[in-house]
């Protein structure tokens, strides 16, 4: 087996403006070992990836001005060729191309790999080509190789960019939330890909919030708080426990035990007593021209909250954007929002609306503070066109305030790690005080505290009256109270247990 690069960091520091957001950081990867990079949101993770893989350059500091240090079979290796050795995927990366609309074909996606840029910047050899197809092939690719990337879904975008950083055969993959967003199919998928990997011999650094996101073979653990290192140790099972127990994962489970069947069925024949607030009626729905939902029939009553189940690509985030208003019924079909006929500016519609979801996340990349970001909720906009109100600046505060993000209100939203950010768009949502809540894995990026402390607060809004729709691949991730379960399932839907799994 070839030799495999070698990682040292000796006391690094990252300051990012005032804030040093790695702090004497000393930590020794050998080749052939596999760890998890565990920490809340902030604490620092991806910096830490992206050090290790030389897109971030250390703080000098009296003492050194690099800290890192690359070997492979015995010799050094300077950063430059290391580069070539590791290779980083995250959401950021999966964010970037729907941000700038790189659309491009899923082989020369790939190909990008090889060279490790954003876009082709040359032709492929035929050479590259073979490498590339095989690629593909083994991660199950082959079928969408000229498929534009943009086109995908979001497993399939995944498996494309793990692809992307498995063509150049990289001596380390760091992992940055890879099995955010996935189901249980394409979570399996990525498990045998890894595998494979393993075997191959090479390296992984995972970061993750879940338990179950710490991939298998993973050996050793090194948890960081505040930009700084708490322990490294070998990964045992009690560790993965404690972060599901942090979390409060099976929290939302027991109410329903707690219920009889007969209290539920007497809960719901009132609530279909309730205003109802929205009604879909033979809604067929496409998105560029390709079939999502067929004969959609749906109503929503207050007092109604909905869990909305499906595979990766079976349309959840399409459901909630015709919910919402960024995607219309196709004709045949209608859609009636309760106060606002037919004709109605849809902005007004959409103030009464929170909406929470990863594309709008990928978007936020505009010049503003963390306080507009929350205030421009009040707005349905992104971004501001004129500086806050009063009233703007109120709830904008009150919500950092909550989320504990007050210390970053000045902040642009590149500036905060992919978890606070997740957590001031639903902030945002919040803003607008809303009557209908949407969120699309709205805990994704979050760590186990901020998790549970989510689903307590959706759960205290519920009892205020506020509906709440929420799309997510796990049951766990659902506050207390959900009345009613839809599945997505072959472009139908169906009604299923608000606690179902998927």
């Known amino acids: 087996m070839k030799a495999r690069l070698a990682i040292a960091l000796h006391a690094v520091s990252v300051r990012r403006g005032a804030k040093w957001v790695l702090n004497d950081i000393t930590w020794r990867l050998k080749p052939g070992e596999r760890w998890a990079l565990l920490g809340e949101n902030g604490a620092g993770k991806t910096q830490l990836l992206k050090l290790l893989s030389g897109d971030v350059w250390p703080t000098p500091t009296r003492l050194q001005t690099d800290g890192r240090s690359f070997r492979r079979g015995g010799r050094s290796v300077d950063l ?31 190909a990008t790999g090889l060279h490790q840029t954003d876009l082709l910047l040359s032709p492929v050899s035929a050479r590259d080509a073979a490498r590339v197809s095989a690629t593909l092939r083994s991660c199950g690719l082959q079928p969408h190789a000229a498929r534009r990337f943009l086109s995908l879904s979001y497993g399939e975008k995944r498996l494309a960019l793990l692809a992307r950083a498995l063509v150049q055969d990289a001596d380390w993959l760091l992992l940055d939330e890879l099995y955010n967003g996935l189901d249980l199919t394409y979570r399996r998928r990525v498990d045998a890909i890894l595998e494979r990997a393993r075997r191959r011999g090479q390296s992984w650094v995972a970061t993750a919030h879940r338990a179950m996101d710490v991939p298998r073979g993973t050996r050793a653990m090194l948890e ?29 489970l027991p109410s329903r035990k707690r219920s009889s069947r007969s209290a539920r069925g007497a809960r719901r024949a009132a609530a279909r007593k309730a205003p109802l607030l929205l009604k879909l009626w033979h809604v067929d729905l496409f998105v560029d021209y390709q079939p999502v939902l067929r004969d959609l029939n749906w109503q929503l009553r207050r007092g109604e909250h909905w869990a909305v189940f499906g ?20 004709l045949g079909g209608g859609i009636e929002r309760s106060g606002y006929p037919a004709g109605a500016p849809i902005a007004d519609w959409k103030r009464r609306v929170g909406y929470v979801s990863p594309e709008l996340q990928s978007l936020y990349a505009v010049n503003v503070s963390i306080l507009e970001l929350i205030a421009s909720g009040r707005h349905s906009s992104i971004g501001l066109n004129d500086a806050p109100d009063a009233l703007d600046r109120q709830q904008a505060l009150y919500w950092l ?39 699309d894995e709205p805990l994704t990026g979050l760590d186990p505290e901020q998790r549970a402390a989510m689903k ?10 506020l509906t709440v729709i929420a799309a997510v691949h796990h049951s766990e991730d659902l506050p207390r109270g959900m009345t009613h379960g839809l599945r997505l399932h072959k472009q139908r839907a169906y009604l299923v247990d608000p606690y179902s799994a998927t």
Do not use: H, T
């Not at 560790?239 to 942090?246: E, G, K, N, Y």
């Not at 210390?407 to 639903?426: C, D, F, H, T, V």
């Open 456 to 465: 307590r607060l959706l759960a205290r809004l519920m009892k205020r009256r």
């Open 311 to 330: 595979a990766n690509g079976a349309g959840k985030s399409s459901f909630l954007k015709l919910l919402y208003g960024d995607l219309s019924p196709a």
């Open 80 to 110: 430059i060729d290391a580069k070539g050795r590791i290779a980083y995927i995250g959401a950021e990366k999966q964010d970037k191309y729907a941000r700038y609309g790189w659309n491009l074909p899923v082989r020369d996606l790939v």
């Open 224 to 252: 960081l708080s505040g930009g700084r290192i708490q322990r490294i140790i070998n990964l045992r099972a009690k560790d993965l426990a404690r972060l599901s127990a942090r979390a409060d994962e099976v929290a939302a």
């Open 401 to 439: 305030k909550f989320f504990k993000l007050g210390n970053l209100k000045l902040r642009r939203p590149r500036e905060l790690s992919y978890g606070q950010l997740r957590r001031a768009l639903i902030a945002r949502a919040m803003a607008a005080d809303a009557r209908i809540l949407l969120l």
